[in-house]
């Protein structure tokens, strides 16, 4: 049998701004374990970067944050590079959200709507 994993408790990293937030995954013992931060775009539309998620479960956590805080300031569309993402994440986020695939220069970006489908 296998340990349960810490529990992941997500904060703001930085003060934020009219067109940034940026917030950290810090696991139960206090360490930085993942980053992300969402720029607005244009519009009423942003884009997250996962700058460090090292598993499925931390990413989703950051996105999760991010789209809440997106929801806050009013934007209502997400973006999110999926180039540099995992299938397991992609697909992750595919079953967690209603999204699209914008291809964008030879990009794709998964896309998906701040208001909760159910809602």
Same mark, same amino acid.
């Given at each position: 049998?296998? %340990?349960?994993?810490?529990?992941?408790?997500?904060?703001?990293?930085?003060?934020?701004?009219?067109d940034? %937030?940026a917030?950290?995954?810090?696991?139960?013992?206090? #360490?930085?374990?993942?980053? %992300?931060?969402?720029? /607005?775009? $244009?519009?009423?539309? #942003? !884009?997250?970067?996962? !700058? +460090?998620?090292?598993? @499925?479960?931390?990413? *989703?956590? *950051?996105?999760?944050? *991010?789209?809440? !805080?997106?929801?806050? /300031?009013?934007? =209502? /569309?997400?973006?999110?590079?999926? =180039?540099? *993402?995992?299938?397991?994440?992609?697909? %992750?986020?595919?079953?967690? /959200?209603? @999204?699209?695939? !914008?291809?964008? #220069?030879? +990009? &794709? $970006?998964? &896309?998906?709507? &701040?208001t909760? =489908?159910?809602?």
């Open positions: 049998m296998s %340990a349960a994993p810490d529990p992941v408790l997500v904060r703001s990293s930085e003060p934020e701004t009219l940034r %937030a917030v950290v995954a810090v696991d139960g013992n206090g #360490a930085i374990v993942g980053r %992300a931060s969402l720029s /607005r775009l $244009y519009g009423m539309r #942003a !884009e997250i970067d996962l !700058e +460090h998620a090292p598993s @499925t479960t931390i990413a *989703l956590a *950051l996105v999760d944050a *991010l789209e809440r !805080e997106a929801r806050r /300031r009013g934007l =209502v /569309r997400l973006e999110l590079d999926a =180039v540099p *993402l995992s299938d397991s994440l992609i697909a %992750a986020v595919r079953r967690r /959200r209603s @999204t699209a695939g !914008e291809v964008r #220069a030879s +990009h &794709t $970006y998964l &896309t998906w709507s &701040t909760p =489908v159910n809602s």
